[in-house]
């Protein structure tokens, strides 16, 4: 978000229900969320004015609001209706919305049981995350010291707040080094992802992405899963080492805010912007650009692709282990 007096910034944030201006969208203090965490949210992109896989997010929102224990008070219909009236009440062509679910007053108990639920959809125009420059030459990473934890530790699955800790440390942590951004490794020492982004490589013109067994699977990484197969690349989810990362010919980024961002390093480990990356990316902005940006993503849902698995004997494939096309479940 561009910088600015945000309480002063002219437009409208849904709030409970409601349109209210900036400075009306107010949080107290004693918000059980900001003192603990508790809070989900989501960020969502418009392109040329239309949301892309509004419903998607919106039933994201509210399945990692139920992971950590809170029940939405909103459905995906309200969610994406209240949504398209917010970019309508701001104007937005190319922007980035921010959906957010949190925990209101009551501090003294942890639990947060007592506590209201509140939701508000704010949205901004954002074209891109990095300069054009970021696009044709890549970004720098660096490996971050903090790494994610455990799937034991806490739901995963869930685009929680407090989960982005050891993502926030890591990537200030890159910026005071004259980093872009941060790659993490998992709690045994495998990639798993940048600060607040999903991470593919190249090997030999095959598509490889970390296995989702600790970290959130993106919805763009799930598009891009899609693209890379339709455009005829083999395509990996397994686990990755660091040496095998090294050893790649391209990398790159996905994720709302950074759409698809090549990376030309990582720490002294150099890469090209490949052929490859290229693609995906030429792919990616013809869909998003395209006449149904929503409906040209849905993929099945999860129990049809679960049994297509069983069908088709796909699974994850494990480093050092033998590979498969398919996507994992």
Excluded at 108 to 135: K, N, T, Y
Aim: net charge neutral; aromatic share 6%.
């Amino acid at each position: 978000m561009p910088k600015c007096d945000v309480g002063r910034r002219a437009g409208q944030i849904w709030h409970d229900g409601r349109l209210v201006s900036w400075s009306e969208a107010e949080v107290h203090v004693l918000s059980h969320s900001l003192h603990y965490g508790s809070a989900v949210f989501e960020g969502e992109r418009v392109y040329g004015g239309r949301i892309f896989r509004l419903s998607a997010h919106s039933a994201r929102l509210i399945a990692s609001a139920a992971h950590i224990g809170i029940a939405c008070p909103f459905d995906r219909a309200t969610l994406d209706a209240a949504t398209r009236a917010v970019v309508a009440a701001n104007a937005i062509s190319d922007g980035y919305i921010r959906p957010l679910c949190w925990l209101g007053e009551g501090v003294a108990d942890l639990s947060g049981g007592r506590c209201p639920v509140h939701v508000a959809i704010a949205a901004w125009e954002w074209p891109h995350a990095f300069a054009p420059s970021a696009l044709a030459d890549g970004i720098r990473l660096m490996v971050s010291p903090w790494r994610r934890p455990p799937p034991q530790s806490a739901p995963f699955q869930a685009k929680a707040a407090g989960l982005y800790l050891s993502g926030m440390m890591s990537q200030r942590l890159a910026g005071t080094r004259g980093y872009d951004d941060a790659l993490m490794l998992d709690y045994r020492g495998l990639v798993a992802e940048a600060a607040c982004a999903n991470l593919f490589m190249v090997t030999g013109g095959t598509v490889v992405t970390p296995a989702t067994d600790c970290i959130l699977a993106g919805i763009t990484r799930e598009t891009v899963l899609q693209l890379a197969r339709t455009l005829g690349y083999a395509v990996e989810e397994q686990h990755v080492t660091l040496e095998q990362l090294k050893a790649a010919d391209e990398v790159f980024l996905t994720g709302t805010a950074y759409e698809i961002t090549p990376v030309r390093s990582i720490d002294d480990t150099t890469y090209r912007v490949g052929a490859v990356t290229r693609a995906v990316i030429g792919a990616f902005q013809q869909l998003v650009r395209g006449p149904h940006p929503d409906e040209a993503t849905r993929l099945p849902a999860r129990d049809e692709r679960v049994q297509a698995a069983a069908a088709g004997g796909v699974r994850q494939a494990r480093a050092g282990g033998p590979h498969s096309d398919g996507l994992g479940v």
